[in-house]
């Protein structure tokens, strides 16, 4: 789990997103399950991550929100000239963060 306290406090304003979003990007993408969400069997290049929020709910003790990511994979070892060659990723992530300590636990959706 991870802290989000940001994205809690502008929980339910106008800033919530742009919150999420820069607090999802400073993250060191390893912490996140990106690398379950590649299709080639490459690895999770965060250098130009893009986020977009796709959808929140909430209960008495937790915010979910969905977030799309755009990434670049890193696929290796096809021996060819351009290797390793960068393919555009896409994968949905799904964020709980808890309304009583602001941490955050990650997985795809």
Do not use: H
């Not at 670049?72 to 896409?90: K, R, T, V």
């Amino acid at each position: 789990m991870l802290p989000l306290k940001q994205s809690l406090q502008d929980w339910q304003t106008e800033a919530f997103e742009s919150s999420l979003k820069a607090e999802l990007l400073a993250l060191d993408p390893a912490l996140l399950p990106l690398q379950k969400g590649v299709s080639c069997g490459g690895y999770v290049d965060g250098t130009n991550m893009q986020m977009t929020l796709l959808s929140t709910a909430a209960t008495a003790d937790r915010i979910t929100a969905k977030v799309g990511v755009f990434f670049n994979e890193i696929i290796a070892g096809c021996s060819c000239g351009d290797d390793p060659m960068s393919e555009p990723a896409y994968c949905e992530l799904c964020v709980l963060i808890d309304k009583q300590t602001g941490m955050a636990s990650f997985s795809l959706c």
